[in-house]
């Protein structure tokens, strides 16, 4: 059976569990402790050569790391991808917006309002608002007269890209300041097998 290896509050696990909830395929769930360093051991670094979650397992052993490697596996003949190129080049280029835009500011102020330091690194937390709020605007501006981020159904792309779109607010970013992002994010929730972060897919075994 896949092994997805995850943590309880990761934006990046949830992708995961949410698609393969959405792929109806059953997963064992091995859920670790980031705090106490359990993807610094030379144990789980055999698993990820980047020493963090999430990791999926193959039924071989083999692992995939990144979670947009993971996705694209994954989707790999389902209608989530599709197999036209140019529609391909463009579900692609949104996972690397997500990777390089999204991410570089949006998870880590979700992380420090959570773990209640957010006052003590203003500075930073300004900064990283000034940087989320550009990808915010570029994303809302595409969404402003298209459905989906790619082509005219639902893909990986969407799930990826509104992960922590949709965790921002918890980051204290002022999410009604972009209407078209919230109207998509209602159309994503509304996907066939779409699973909140802290719920249990029926198809998790731990
Ligand atoms: N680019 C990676 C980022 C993964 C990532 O940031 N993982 C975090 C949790 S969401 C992690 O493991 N942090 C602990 C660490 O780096 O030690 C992906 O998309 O999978």
Redesign the pocket.
Known sequence: MLKVYD?RY????WKIRNFLNQLQLPFERHTLD?ESGE??TDQFYKLNRF????VLQLDDGRTIV???AILLYLAEGTRFLPDDPYLRSQIVGWLFFE?GDI?RSI?LCRVYHIRGVADKMSQQVERLHADGYIALEKLDRWLADHEWLAGVSYTVADLAVSAYTSLAHEGKFDMPRFPHIESWLDRVRAQPGWLGIFETSTYQSV
């Open positions: 943590s990761s934006g990046n696990s980031l993807t610094k020493s963090r979650i999430p990144e979670s947009s990777q991410q998870p």
